[in-house]
C-alpha cells in the first residue's frame, strides 16, 4: 500500500509533481465529482417518483352532524333548543322533566358517531356519552332518546362527535358506566 501511494499519490518534498502523480490526482477528482453527481441523481430521482405514487389531492376529517329536538314531557310541547356552531344547549327548567332525540343529521361523511351531553357547573360537572349513533357492530342506529328532570333550572349541552366513544367498550361487555346514555335512560340532577 505504501509503494502504491509512493508511486500514485507522494510528492517529495523537493522535487516537481510527476505527470503520473498530476494524473492519477485528476484521474480521482474526476471519479469523485461524477460519483457525487450519480448520487444526487439517483436520489433527485427517488424523491419525484415518491411524490408522484403517493399523491394524495387533500385530505379532509370526517364531519358528523345531529339534529336534537327535545319535549316537555308533561304539556307534550316542543322547547326550543339554541344551536350553536357545533354544539346545542338545552335549558332545563326546575322540576320539569324532557325528552330528548339525538338524530342523525344529512350530511354525514363519518359512518359513525356519539353525542357528548354535560350539565352543571366546574366541579360539579357531569358529562355523559350517548349510544353509538349510525353503525354500532352489526346493526345501525338512527337516533337516541333520553329523558331529563333537574332540580334546578340547569343548561345542558349536547355536542356531537365522531368516531367511537371512549366508553363503548364498556356498555358492549354489559358493563355499561353509569355516565352512558342508553335509550329512555333518565338523567337527573338532585
Request: aromatic content about 12%; hydrophobic content about 35%.
Amino acid at each position: 500500500m505504501k509503494a502504491f501511494y509512493d508511486r500514485f499519490y507522494k510528492i517529495s518534498d523537493n522535487e516537481n509533481i510527476s505527470d503520473r502523480v498530476m494524473i492519477f490526482r485528476i484521474i480521482l477528482s474526476v471519479a469523485v465529482i461524477l460519483l457525487c453527481l450519480f448520487g444526487m441523481t439517483f436520489i433527485a430521482c427517488a424523491y419525484y417518483e415518491y411524490d408522484l405514487s403517493i399523491r394524495i389531492d387533500h385530505i379532509q376529517s370526517a364531519v358528523f352532524k345531529v339534529d336534537v329536538t327535545a319535549e316537555e314531557v308533561q304539556s307534550n310541547s316542543d322547547v326550543t333548543i339554541d344551536k350553536h356552531n357545533v354544539s346545542y344547549t338545552l335549558n332545563a327548567e326546575k322540576d320539569k322533566e324532557y325528552s330528548v332525540t339525538i338524530s342523525r343529521a344529512n350530511g354525514n361523511t363519518a359512518t359513525t358517531g356519539f353525542c357528548i351531553v354535560g350539565y352543571g357547573q366546574n366541579n360539579d360537572r357531569k358529562v355523559y356519552h350517548t349510544l353509538q349513533i349510525g353503525r354500532d357492530g352489526d346493526s345501525t342506529r338512527d337516533s337516541v332518546t333520553f329523558k331529563i328532570k333537574f332540580s334546578q333550572t340547569t343548561d345542558v349541552d349536547i355536542l356531537p362527535w365522531w368516531g367511537t366513544s371512549s366508553m363503548y367498550d364498556g356498555y358492549a361487555s354489559n358493563d355499561a358506566s353509569s355516565y352512558y346514555i342508553t335509550e329512555g335512560k333518565l338523567l337527573t340532577l338532585p
